[in-house]
């Protein structure tokens, strides 16, 4: 009895002290436990097949193994799929957005857990923004083995449709699917310390006055666009 007790606490011991602070989206996407149904299931399915007739994109760039560049760290698991333009629903956004995607990592917009402390730093000079959670970088790489490892199984003949559309759930429940309103960040408080980040007075006065992106939050998308001659009246 207390020779399996000690053999628990040993055990206990080993996990904690090998097992560092993980990857926050690898363990939000482990901890993903309830999955589509029914007619869910099938929208789903359909999605996915949709995405993959509209858009068959391939990794622009092959593995690597030093990430120093700064074209390099913006290469992570997502953009394996998604590529380097992943935005295209918004007519009024897209550009803008597929921007930022160069210059800030995917997970600064879609991975905003509620009472999740995040910091945002650049952790290449001149290197996409990124966030960091309790020391760990938040974004996967992508040459992580984890990367691989979904990329296998998703592109794998011998995956079912349904087991496809499961992980595909799992990979994006945990994201914030509408990404981060441009004010959040452009106006007064900002979701990034733009002076630790390393932007200059001038930078920072034009980041936060952006008309541009004062503005386009209060576009609305059903609104027809805007003609040359409504202007000119
Ligand atoms: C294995 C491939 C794959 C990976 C990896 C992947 N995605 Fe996706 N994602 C897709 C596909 C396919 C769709 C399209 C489904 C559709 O058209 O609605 C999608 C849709 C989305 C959407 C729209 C979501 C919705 O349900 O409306 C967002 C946002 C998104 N992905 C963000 C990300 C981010 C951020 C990452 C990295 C953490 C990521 N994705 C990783 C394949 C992937
Ligand atoms: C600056 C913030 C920001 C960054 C960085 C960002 N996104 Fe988004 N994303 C958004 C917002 C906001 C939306 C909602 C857009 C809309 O209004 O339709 C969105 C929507 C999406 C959608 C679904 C709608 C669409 O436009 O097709 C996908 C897919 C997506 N993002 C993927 C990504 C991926 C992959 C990355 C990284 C390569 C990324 N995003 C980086 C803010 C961002
Ligand atoms: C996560 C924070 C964040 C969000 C959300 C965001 N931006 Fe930005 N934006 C930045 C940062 C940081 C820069 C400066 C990028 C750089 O120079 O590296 C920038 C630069 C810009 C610039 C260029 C400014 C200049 O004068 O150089 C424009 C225009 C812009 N953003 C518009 C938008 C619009 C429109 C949206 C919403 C669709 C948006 N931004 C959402 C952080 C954000």
């Given at each position: 009895m207390r020779g399996g007790l000690r053999l628990r606490f040993c055990a206990l011991l080993l996990t904690t002290t090998t097992v560092q602070a993980g990857n926050l989206y690898l363990e939000r996407m482990e901890a993903v436990t309830s999955f589509p149904e029914g007619e869910e299931m099938h929208e789903l399915i359909r999605r996915i097949d949709a995405h993959g007739q509209q858009a068959p994109r391939r990794l622009e760039t092959p593995p690597f193994h030093h990430r120093t560049s700064r074209e390099d760290r913006a290469v992570t698991l997502c953009r394996r799929c998604h590529g380097a333009l992943p935005h295209r629903r918004s007519p009024a956004r897209r550009a803008f957005l597929n921007q930022h995607a160069g210059r800030i990592d995917c997970l600064v917009c879609h991975l905003r857990p509620e009472g999740v402390p995040l910091t945002y730093l650049r952790p290449v000079a001149d290197g996409p923004i990124e966030a960091s959670h309790a020391g760990e970088a938040v974004a996967v790489p992508a040459d992580a083995p984890a990367a691989d490892r979904i990329l296998e199984r998703w592109e794998g003949a011998a995956l079912s449709k349904e087991a496809k559309a499961r992980l595909h759930h799992r990979l994006h429940?945990?994201?914030?699917?509408?990404?981060?309103?441009?004010?959040e960040c452009h106006g007064e408080p900002s979701l990034l310390d733009l002076q630790a980040l390393g932007f200059t007075e001038e930078e920072r006065w034009r980041i936060r006055e952006n008309r541009i992106a004062r503005f386009i939050d209060r576009v609305e998308e059903e609104a027809p666009p805007l003609q040359l001659r409504e202007l000119l009246r």
């Open positions: 429940e945990p994201l914030d699917r509408e990404g981060t309103p441009c004010g």
